[in-house]
């Protein structure tokens, strides 16, 4: 039987980039112990309040239909803490809410590009852009990240990269794998870039509140950008309940009448009980999730001190986010032979970030999303697997 061409591409190169994660897996299934820090699934408890109200909202049976985009009280309070945090006006007319931040992009991207249209994405990338690109129909333009730039946009490449067919310029901050953030100065350039050549500004904000090593800054918090900025995030990593699968687009009303549009025949609209809960997490300042960014930051500096004792190998210092990333290419091996190894001999799972782009090829992707004493002892680990590394050299 004949497939569409759909299925290839949505079947790009990050789709392997799981291989040690899914090797782990297994491993894990026939009883060995093994220390993951392959996937961003934070560990923390979810929020009482939020875990309250979706208990409740099912005891009141909140089990049938939602509004196609979204309770108008929850697409309110979202845009409220939007407005608030960028200084920008945002009503819910602005706001689509979708199960989870790859939904989101999947859907805002369906209705900014198709079949002929470029998309410009710095890369390395998250795992999963190259197929949402793919499924547009239109083609994914990269712009090196360059670790010895701190993987920070040369914004003159980009803009280098600029064709008649450029329809988005598709930015990630803080940046998955890399932890990179971008400064106040590199968004500004960017936005230019999309006023000049009237471009669409996606923004992947969903480790917005996880940034440590600078502020966050969003596009639409910019003078003149609301009206071609599409904002893209989720309570998965700001409240530790990615299984919720909350998220929402922020953008210009025009686009998110056509993403109604294709919510309806496609989504249906989200869980009553679901949107209980996150209203819960967006109405009131909530202690746990305040934590989430001390944790964080903490732990980066943690693991990277550990990880500064790796013999050959070298720490991108991260700057915000759940990720830390380990250059291993001067211990001799390629990442992926070297996460299989660690995975064997010291039963540490970590993902080698070849699949995310070639900037990112002999770095590994190592996760924070573990207790404290479970990241030293797989911090040691990782050490005593380079020191032996070179001693066999």
Not at 209 to 219: I, K, W
Not at 227 to 234: A, G, K, M, N, P
């Amino acid at each position: 039987m004949r497939f569409s061409n759909l299925v290839d591409r949505v079947a790009g190169k990050g789709a392997s980039a799981w291989g040690v994660h899914f090797a782990a897996m297994q491993q894990q299934a026939s009883g060995r112990d093994v220390l993951f820090l392959t996937v961003g699934d934070p560990d923390q408890d979810p929020p009482q309040a939020v875990l309250d109200a979706t208990i409740q909202a099912l005891r009141e049976h909140r089990t049938g239909y939602a509004p196609i985009v979204g309770f108008p009280d929850v697409r309110a309070a979202i845009a409220a803490r939007f407005q608030r945090d960028t200084g920008r006006p945002c009503e819910a007319d602005n706001v689509v809410v979708v199960p989870g931040a790859q939904a989101g992009l999947f859907c805002a991207l369906q209705c900014l590009a198709g079949a002929g249209d470029e998309v410009i994405v710095p890369e390395p990338v998250y795992a999963t852009y190259e197929a949402v690109v793919g499924a547009s129909g239109a083609a994914m333009v990269n712009v090196p990240l360059r670790p010895e730039r701190g993987f920070h946009p040369d914004i003159d490449e980009m803009a280098a990269a600029i064709t008649a067919r450029t329809r988005v310029i598709w930015i990630n901050s803080p940046h998955n794998p890399t932890g990179a953030v971008l400064t106040r100065g590199e968004v500004e350039r960017i936005a230019a870039l999309c006023r000049k050549h009237d471009l669409w500004l996606l923004s992947d904000e969903v480790y917005a509140t996880l940034a440590y090593g600078g502020p966050h800054v969003s596009p639409w918090s910019l003078p003149d950008m609301a009206e071609r900025t599409v904002v893209v995030s989720s309570l998965s990593k700001s409240h530790g309940i990615p299984g919720f699968r909350f998220g929402w687009v922020i953008g210009p009303t025009d686009l998110t009448a056509h993403l109604f549009n294709l919510v309806l025949c496609m989504l249906y609209g989200a869980p009553p009980f679901i949107q209980a809960g996150a209203l819960a997490a967006l109405s009131q300042e909530l202690p746990e999730a305040t934590r989430m960014h001390d944790i964080y930051r903490d732990r980066a500096l943690r693991l990277a001190e550990i990880l500064s004792h790796a013999p050959r190998c070298h720490i991108a210092a991260p700057e915000g986010g759940m990720f830390l990333m380990l250059d291993v290419r001067g211990t001799g091996l390629a990442a992926d032979a070297f996460a299989r190894a660690l995975l064997d001999r010291e039963a540490v799972a970590v993902l080698p970030c070849d699949g995310f782009g070639p900037s990112a090829h002999g770095h590994l992707r190592i996760s924070l999303t573990a207790p404290e004493a479970v990241l030293e002892e797989a911090g040691t680990r990782i050490v005593r697997f380079a020191r032996s590394l070179t001693a066999n050299a």
